[in-house]
C-alpha cells in the first residue's frame, strides 16, 4: 500500500500514518469471506416465499418440516484471531494429514430439535441410514426435508427408497449456491469454530471426542438452563431407558432424566395412532403416493 501511494501520488508516508488515514476514510482491516457469485437471488426470494406458504398453509400436527445437510470435520486446523501475548504468536501443531468424522444433521425450526448422526462418510448408503433414523423417530409422521442437491440426495438407492416410503417423506430441494437458506449451516459453523477452530487433533478419535463434547454440552446446557427455571414440554416415542441412543452416554443421560423427571408430570400414550390412522384412510386404493424426491 505505501509503495502504491508512493508511486500513484509521489507521496512518501509511514505505515502507521497511513493506517490513521485509512481508518479516517472509515476503512478498518478485516479479513474477506467467501460468497457464492452464482447464487441467483431471484429464485432464493421464491424459494423464501415458498416455504413461508408450506409453514402457514400445508404443517399440520402429522407433519414436520426438517432442514437436513452433512458436513465434514477435518483436521486441517481452521485458524481463527485469538488473544496471544505481544511478540508470541500462538502455534497450533500439525501432523501433515487430515482425518475427518462426517455427520449428517437435520433442525426442526418450529422447536429446536435436533438429530445429529456420526458416520465414517457421507453416501448415499449412510445418508439413507440417516432417512432410516429420521422415521424411526417419527414413525407416523410426513417429514418435509428440505436440503440441497446433493448427488447422494437423488442416488438411485434413494430414489428407490422413495418409492418404497413415500409417504413418509417428501424432499424439497434447495436453490443452488444458497446455503444461507439451510439453519443447520449455522449449527455447522458452531461445530468448527468450537471443535477445530485453532486445535490440534492427533487423529480421529480425538476429534469424535471433541464432537461427543460439544453435543453433551448443547444437551445439558438446554436442560441445565431450563431446571426449575422454565416450563418445557418433552415430547417422546422413546422409553427413558432408550434415552442413551440419543445422547450416547448413559452418565449424561441418567443426568438430564433425571432432572427432567424432577417436578414433572408425566403423561404416558397407548394404543394406535390416531395419525397413521387417519393418513392410511386418506390414501386412495387407486391412487399412489409417488412423491418425487
Known amino acids: 500500500m505505501q509503495s502504491y501511494v508512493e508511486k500513484h501520488f509521489g507521496v512518501c508516508i509511514s505505515r502507521e500514518a497511513l493506517r490513521k488515514l485509512l481508518h479516517r476514510k472509515g476503512l478498518s482491516w478485516t479479513r474477506p469471506t467467501y460468497t457464492l457469485a452464482k447464487g441467483d437471488p431471484d429464485r432464493q426470494k421464491n424459494f423464501e416465499k415458498q416455504i413461508d406458504f408450506i409453514k402457514k398453509n400445508l404443517m399440520d400436527p402429522d407433519s414436520v418440516l426438517l432442514y437436513l445437510d452433512e458436513t465434514h470435520i477435518r483436521s486441517y486446523h481452521v485458524l481463527r484471531s485469538t488473544w496471544s ?3 508470541r504468536q500462538k502455534q497450533v501443531p500439525t501432523f501433515g494429514h487430515h482425518a475427518h468424522v462426517s455427520r449428517f444433521g437435520a433442525v426442526n425450526i418450529h422447536d429446536g430439535e435436533t438429530v445429529l448422526h456420526q458416520t465414517t462418510a457421507a453416501n448415499a448408503a449412510t445418508f439413507l441410514d440417516f432417512l432410516r433414523m429420521l422415521k424411526e423417530r417419527d ?3 410426513l417429514m418435509v426435508l428440505v436440503l440441497d442437491n ?3 440426495h437423488h442416488a438411485n438407492m434413494v430414489k428407490e ?3 418404497e416410503e413415500g409417504q413418509c417423506f417428501h424432499f424439497l430441494s434447495l436453490p443452488p449456491y444458497s446455503p444461507q437458506l439451510n439453519p443447520i449451516e449455522r449449527l455447522w459453523k458452531w461445530l468448527e469454530d468450537t471443535v477445530i477452530a485453532n486445535v490440534f487433533h492427533q487423529n480421529r478419535d480425538d476429534i469424535v471426542q471433541a464432537i461427543a463434547r460439544f453435543v453433551d ?3 445439558e446446557r438446554l ?3 431450563c431446571y ?3 416450563s418445557v414440554i418433552v415430547t417422546s416415542n422413546l422409553e ?5 441412543r440419543v445422547f450416547g452416554d448413559n452418565r449424561l443421560t441418567a443426568a438430564l432424566v433425571d432432572r427432567l423427571v424432577h417436578h414433572a408430570h408425566i403423561l404416558a400414550f397407548t394404543g394406535e395412532s390416531y395419525r397413521l390412522r387417519n393418513a392410511l384412510s386418506a390414501i386412495q386404493p387407486s391412487s399412489s403416493p409417488g412423491l418425487e424426491p
Open 85 to 87: 501475548e505481544v511478540g
Open 139 to 141: 414413525p407416523d409422521r
Open 150 to 152: 446433493a448427488r447422494i
Open 161 to 163: 427408497f422413495l418409492r
Open 217 to 219: 454440552d448443547i444437551h
Open 223 to 225: 436442560i441445565a438452563d
Open 228 to 230: 426449575e427455571r422454565k
Open 240 to 244: 427413558f431407558g432408550q434415552w442413551n
